[in-house]
């Protein structure tokens, strides 16, 4: 069974970098069948998709975040990460790692993680 | 940027009732190419992380019960419960993957009556 964890500080200063990995079990992230992304969801609000990543490490980013967003990918230890710069408190949310149920880097999310909450304070 | 609206915004319907959740993308998301809506419905119970309900607008994900059915195509569509039951209490979202940035809807809240 395919399980995706998210890790990282739950608290992020002002200005400073949020960095999350996301560690896949259940199947090599080295596949070339999916891939795979970060969606993530302020408290109490809707969800918003923050980018994609393949195996190549080809990655695509929402326009709204990219000047500040990479995801890169570790096949030899199966995971992948997120880095935002220059967070401020509207970037507090919950994080998930997903999959994509495709090849394709516009599809939809069939396995998702628990989730990771970021707060950006001082 | 494909805007996706729902409606309602929350929804509150009586055990083994019908729930009906509609969701509205601002461009047609069928693709003319293979005839496929490129739309899926999450769920999305409190503590919990979303959940593939439906995608293709109308294909069931494996494991999810058959009181649920999507429907639509274009720019409108519909996720519908036959017969609710108290574990379907949640927050259900739209999304679209027909063009990038994939959006979703704002949630429709669904509660007992």
């Known amino acids: 069974q395919l399980q995706l964890q998210e890790s990282g500080p739950g608290l992020v200063k002002p200005s400073e970098t949020l960095s999350l990995t996301c560690t896949v079990s259940?199947?090599?992230?080295?596949?070339?069948?999916?891939?795979w992304g970060w969606i993530r969801q302020p408290p109490g609000k809707g969800l918003e998709w923050v980018g994609t990543?393949?195996?190549?490490?080809?990655?695509y980013y929402n326009p709204s975040l990219k000047s500040r967003v990479t995801i890169s990918i570790d096949t030899s230890r199966n995971r992948f990460s997120l880095r935002l710069t220059s967070v401020t408190a509207a970037d507090t949310a919950i994080y998930y790692c997903?999959?994509?149920?495709?090849?394709?880097?516009?599809?939809?999310?069939?396995?998702w993680g628990q989730g990771s909450l970021v707060t950006v304070s001082s | 940027d494909i805007v996706m609206t729902q409606f309602p915004d929350s929804l509150a319907v009586a055990l083994g009732e019908r729930a009906t959740i509609n969701c509205k993308s601002s461009q047609n998301v069928l693709s003319s190419s293979n005839n496929k809506n490129y739309l899926a419905w999450y769920q999305q119970r409190p503590g919990h992380p979303p959940k593939l309900l439906m995608y293709w607008a109308s294909t069931r994900e494996s494991g999810v019960p058959d009181r649920f059915s999507g429907s639509g195509s274009g720019t409108d569509f519909t996720l519908t419960i036959s017969s609710l039951q108290a574990e379907d209490v949640a927050v259900y979202y739209c999304q679209q993957y027909f063009g990038t940035p994939q959006t979703f809807g704002q949630g429709t809240k669904l509660e007992i009556k």
């Open positions: 997903a999959r994509l149920a495709s090849r394709s880097s516009l599809y939809y999310f069939d396995y």
């Open positions: 990543v393949y195996y190549s490490g080809s990655s």
């Open positions: 259940g199947d090599s992230i080295s596949s070339s069948s999916y891939y």
